[in-house]
T-cell receptor, first 111, second 115 residues
Framework: QQPVQSPQAVILREGEDAVINCSSSKALYSVHWYRQKHGEAPVFLMILLKGGEQKGHEKISASFNEKKQQSSLYLTASQLSYSGTYFCGTRGSSNTGKLIFGQGTTLQVKP | SAVISQKPSRDICQRGTSLTIQCQVDSQVTMMFWYRQQPGQSLTLIATANQGSEATYESGFVIDKFPISRPNLTFSTLTVSNMSPEDSSIYLC????????????FGQGTRLTVV
């Protein structure tokens, strides 16, 4: 079942922060975050495993709340290069490699 | 990591014809997948390409329409058969090095337009 992302779109000024949420109605093994720019392949950002961990990648970090089956992606002090569409992908078990993606969140960072 | 090459990068095809998309990975990977992405939309999983056996299709996708082959650990093909304008989309090949909590790598995609 497809995870649900919110919001659908965000417009920011450079330096502002944003949070993108990803929720699933099914138990999750892992949550993956990707960013895709127009006409390009999705680019991997990070993976979070069940256990409620939080990860960081420069000014982009994420958390995974196993009880709520929800993950959040945090973008701080946004830069123009952060613009694109962000997708969360979920895996239901460790045995499967397939990812089911949310509908995406379009982020536009303006000067 | 893995680098995935897809061919062709784009094509314009007549309705009723078939197109085969090739996916080549530069290293041996455990799992390969095919996704479809319509403009401005999410990635929808078509099937898991299984080495040496029939692909595993997701709900709404059938082998007669999207036959898939995977003869070895680094190569797979997706055929879009008897195409109609509704098949116009971007088709993406993806691979993971192993099962479990590993990242998925993506090819650049094949942009298909059916006229």
């Amino acid at each position: 079942q497809q995870p649900v992302q919110s919001p659908q779109a965000v417009i920011l000024r450079e330096g502002e922060d944003a949070v993108i949420n990803c929720s699933s109605s099914k138990a999750l093994y892992s949550v993956h975050w990707y960013r895709q720019k127009h006409g390009e392949a999705p680019v991997f950002l990070m993976i979070l495993l069940k256990g409620g961990e939080q990860k960081g990648h420069e000014k982009i970090s994420a958390s995974f709340n196993e009880k709520k089956q929800q993950s959040s992606l945090y973008l701080t002090a946004s830069q123009l290069s952060y613009s694109g569409t962000y997708f969360c992908g979920t895996r239901g078990s460790s045995n499967t490699g397939k990812l089911i993606f949310g509908q995406g969140t379009t982020l536009q960072v303006k000067p | 990591s893995a680098v995935i090459s897809q061919k062709p990068s784009r094509d314009i095809c007549q309705r009723g014809t078939s197109l085969t998309i090739q996916c080549q990975v530069d290293s041996q990977v455990t799992m390969m997948f095919w996704y479809r992405q319509q403009p401005g939309q999410s990635l929808t999983l078509i099937a898991t390409a299984n080495q040496g056996s029939e692909a595993t299709y997701e709900s709404g996708f059938v082998i007669d329409k999207f036959p898939i082959s995977r003869p070895n650990l680094t190569f797979s093909t997706l055929t879009v058969s008897n195409m109609s304008p509704e098949d116009s989309s971007i088709y993406l090949c993806s691979a993971t090095l192993r099962r479990g909590a590993t990242e998925a790598f993506f090819g650049q995609g094949t942009r298909l337009t059916v006229v």
